[in-house]
């Protein structure tokens, strides 16, 4: 018998006016002990569906769930199957029951009764197995996100389960936050000999894995071992993405370069360097053909001879002055932005990037002797700034916008912001549907329908539709893409190119280095609340130096690149795009 | 990202910070009870003396107590010159006269004894929560209200309920103030003078909030579920609270000083000193 089973699983969850979504449709898994599986699907999947019945935290509407032959749906297993199974969430910030970190690691073991010395024990091993000893008398509000998430599964180690469930549990959280508990993940596995269920929409983190499920529309399309990466088809049938590997050397098959299926960098480095000697050997006269040099950056929006949009000069920022708590946000920043900038601001967490930006329209204001703002012609430095005409000129999108979502229908929460502008009626509606449009969503479709019930894609693209119909010239993006599936971002991406033509200037808060390497033409780096330098792409991320001085991760692409660099290949280490990648490759391989 | 904390715990390593909560929560209880019976100069002064003995042991940062106090000595200020200006003595002569208001000598003394009460009052609930971390309270309320299970009286839930407000409390903080950020920047104002315009003003922001709220609660019910959560039956907890000798001697020893002050507000064995030690 097995650990964990699905017997034709079927799951509903009631939903607005339709009545009721199939989420799980006849779904059969079964789950060993010390198995590493990765259950993988874009949103909507069902995959969060299958996280809470494995612990009976929902119960299926058709088939059964055993744990050790126990099912779920008897309430009087429930504590015995919890003990087994351990679930981590989304959110980092809704796990945590107390203010202090190794009180909340307690909670789990507390509940199960044991006595207060094999408590301490337990806690002390579990915030040791995830890093975190150190933090054990803080709270919650002095940790990054990934330091939470791995307070949260240290909560569930304590009660030493025998299968881990992370749902999504990365999911929010940046590149190096996601590296972070993709690390503890995995050493758990390896000696703690934990069986993990790992819930992703990152293919990069599904590659770790020994097993991978692939779900569709509540229906399991694929179950096996890393060779399903050989038959790219079914992920992407799934709506779902490749790792960057796989995907390069799938287009290098495509140009007759047989590189097998490699997973990660290093297995590809090697696979490279093997076809490269290879055609050493086969080919030395078929060298001319390729003369043409492919590593040409793809145009940008260049934006050298626009004029200063927003000006920033000696700008320092203090919080809470002359308390205890004062802190300095802002050192002394100068900062230009043009007309028709794409600029990325990147940082840690900390370093001052969204107080800076919410300079920009005056959320916060210039302090006295504190340097200079303006936008525009407008000195926010002033005493009076017309907050109104500010506002519509600077669009800002928080992060997670769609929690600012509060009318009965799209099309009133999207009136919002140009009714406060005092636009007529008629001008706000056609705003309104302007912005609608402009989203890619179906404007008589959806007006009408309640902003809550919509998918997590489209309430940020209604979000972002209420800041574009304040018709802004520059749009203040605060990690835009943060929490969603590949597939979303890439089109939130290009929706904010896409309105271009009416918002030229683009300023874009991010942790995504492979986000910045793409879209930005130039790059503030901070850190402890100064510009250290604004860069082109290239600049920064093919300067070793400034990369090191300022803790910048490389995009992934060029963290292949220069893999590959080191390993002998004649390909270029500052290498942004795939595209650019898979030309320098080709011709480093053909010319070997 | 500013550092949003409730209570105002500092930390330290003294014996009022170790000392067990639940004799901290009955100590204060008792001292609380103390200042009124206090009546005379001496008195006070006999209390303020182990007041401040208890802040120098907890090494709080004398100034750091008084910051906590701010408010507090403002508002004593003003009622101390508000009631020394209008105080009334129909037995005695004004030391002072100015237009309509009159000094009497006793007016002074007894709003300066009203004040006095007033900073000894706050002063101890203050050096509490600087030197107890808001679990340890609740698990001392907790384990002090342990009596009124008896009486099916929910004391764990309603301990647990504290805790997660306190936990939950300054996200929300936190996410208020991200959404009005948010609001503003689509233009919304928040500054109207009309109270029923400003609810209305209010909704974009309350709307939000509520959604996330039970959001946040549902996540939380989640996670407390998967981690094996079934109420108070059969529960422990890691943290035993531990009474120590010194706990004890506190408890005695401030027993001690209610004694004295008792002894000089009723004076039951007539000692001939008492009435001389003041007004």
């Known amino acids: ?592 | 990202m500013r550092d949003v904390t409730i209570g105002q715990y500092y930390p330290a390593n003294s014996l009022i910070h170790r000392a067990d909560p639940r004799f901290k929560l009955i100590i204060m209880l008792l001292y609380l009870v103390m200042v009124f019976f206090c009546e005379s100069f001496f008195s006070f002064g006999f209390l303020t003396l182990f007041v401040i003995i208890t802040v120098i042991m907890s090494r709080v940062p004398p100034l750091k107590v008084l910051k906590g106090l701010r408010f507090v000595i403002i508002i004593v200020l003003i009622t101390t010159v508000l009631m020394i200006l209008f105080y009334r003595d129909a037995n005695a002569q004004p030391i002072a006269e100015w237009k309509i208001f009159r000094i009497y000598l006793s007016g002074i003394y007894s709003s300066i004894k009203l004040a006095w009460r007033l900073l000894l009052l706050v002063i101890m609930p203050t050096l509490l929560t600087l030197t107890s971390t808001p679990t340890e309270l609740c698990d001392g309320l907790e384990s002090l209200l342990f009596p009124l299970k008896k009486l099916h009286f929910p004391v764990h839930e309603l301990a647990l309920i504290m805790s997660i407000a306190l936990r939950l409390i300054p996200t929300l903080i936190e996410e208020t103030d991200k959404i009005m950020n948010a609001q503003k920047a689509r233009g919304a104002k928040f500054e109207s003078k009309n109270p029923f315009k400003k609810i209305k003003a209010m909704l974009p922001v309350l709307i939000p909030l509520f959604v996330s709220s039970f959001r946040r609660a549902d996540d939380l019910a989640d996670a407390m579920d998967s981690r094996c959560y079934r109420g108070a039956k059969g529960r422990t907890r890691m943290k035993k609270m531990r009474c120590h000798a010194g706990d004890i001697i506190a408890l005695l020893l401030w027993c001690a000083i209610f004694v004295c002050i008792l002894f000089l507000k009723y004076n039951w064995l007539g000692w001939s000193f008492i009435p001389l030690l003041g007004i």
């Open chain 1, 1 to 592: 018998m097995s650990f964990l089973e699905f017997k034709n699983v079927e799951y509903s969850y009631p939903s607005g006016d339709d009545g009721y979504i199939r989420a799980l449709d006849g779904v059969n898994i079964t789950i060993e002990r010390g198995e590493f599986v990765a259950l993988v699907g874009c949103n909507g999947s069902g995959k969060s569906t299958l996280a809470r019945l494995a612990n009976g935290l929902i119960v299926p509407d058709a088939g059964e769930v055993t744990v050790d032959e126990k099912t779920t749906a008897e309430k009087s297993n429930l504590y015995d199957i919890r003990k087994k199974i351990g679930v981590v969430f989304q959110n980092p910030d809704n796990q945590m029951v107390t203010t202090i970190v190794e009180d909340d690691v307690a909670f789990g073991p507390e509940n199960l009764g044991l006595p207060p010395a094999e408590i301490r024990e337990r806690v002390d091993f579990a915030l040791s197995c995830v890093g975190m000893t150190e933090y054990a008398k803080s709270g919650p509000f002095r940790l990054s996100g990934g330091q939470k998430q791995r307070v949260a599964i240290a909560g569930v180690l304590a009660i030493k389960p025998e299968l881990l469930v992370l749902d999504e549990a990365t999911g929010m959280l940046d590149p190096d936050g996601r590296r972070e508990v993709m690390d503890v993940v995995k050493r758990l596995h390896r000696d703690e000999k934990r069986a993990v269920i790992m819930i992703t929409h990152f293919m990069e983190e599904a590659a770790e894995a020994d097993r991978i499920i692939i779900l569709d529309r509540g229906k399991v399309v694929a179950d096996g071992g890393r060779e399903l990466f050989e038959t790219p088809e079914v992920f992407e049938r799934a709506g779902l993405d490749l790792p960057l590997p796989v995907r390069l050397s799938k287009r290098l098959a495509g140009a007759g370069l047989d590189m097998g299926c490699p997973l990660d960098n290093a297995s590809f480095t090697k696979a490279a360097k093997r076809i490269a000697e290879d055609s050493a050997e086969r080919s030395v006269e078929e060298k001319e053909g390729f003369a043409a040099d492919t590593h040409e950056q793809k145009p940008k929006a260049s934006a050298d001879d626009g004029k200063d949009y927003i000006s920033v000069k000696g700008l320092s920022y203090v919080y809470s002055p002359k308390t205890p708590f004062m802190s300095q946000a802002l050192h002394d920043v100068d900062l230009d932005i043009k007309e028709g900038d794409f600029l990325g601001i990147i940082g840690s967490t900390g370093a001052g990037k969204s107080t800076l930006v919410s300079h920009f329209n005056a959320l916060t204001r210039v302090q006295k002797k504190s340097g200079t703002v303006i936008v525009d012609g407008m000195d926010l430095s002033a005493k009076k700034v017309d907050l109104v005409k500010l506002r519509s000129k600077v669009g800002m999108v928080f992060q997670y916008p769609e929690h600012q979502l509060f009318d009965d229908t799209v099309e009133k929460d999207v009136r919002f912001g140009p009714k406060n502008l005092g636009l007529s009626q008629d001008e706000q509606s056609e705003r309104a549907k302007d912005a609608i449009v402009r989203v890619g969503l179906d404007y008589d479709e959806i007006k009408e329908r309640s902003p809550f019930e919509l998918s997590g894609g489209q309430k940020r693209r209604v979000a972002l539709a209420g800041v574009i119909a304040m018709r802004p010239q520059v749009l203040v993006l605060d990690e835009p893409t943060a929490g969603l599936d590949p597939k979303s971002k890439r089109a939130i991406m290009d929706l904010v190119l896409s309105i271009k033509d009416v918002c030229p200037t683009v300023v874009m808060i991010s942790h995504n280095m492979d986000e910045i390497a793409e879209y930005c033409n130039r790059i503030a780096v901070m850190s402890h609340g100064r510009v250290k330098g604004v860069f082109t792409p290239r600049e920064l991320f093919g300067n070793k130096r400034i990369l090191d001085e300022c803790d910048v991760r490389l995009p992934l692409v060029t963290e292949l690149a220069s893999e590959l660099n080191a390993a002998g290949l004649n390909v270029a280490p500052d290498i942004l795009t795939e595209d650019e990648l898979f030309a320098a490759l080709v011709k480093a391989v053909k010319h070997a």
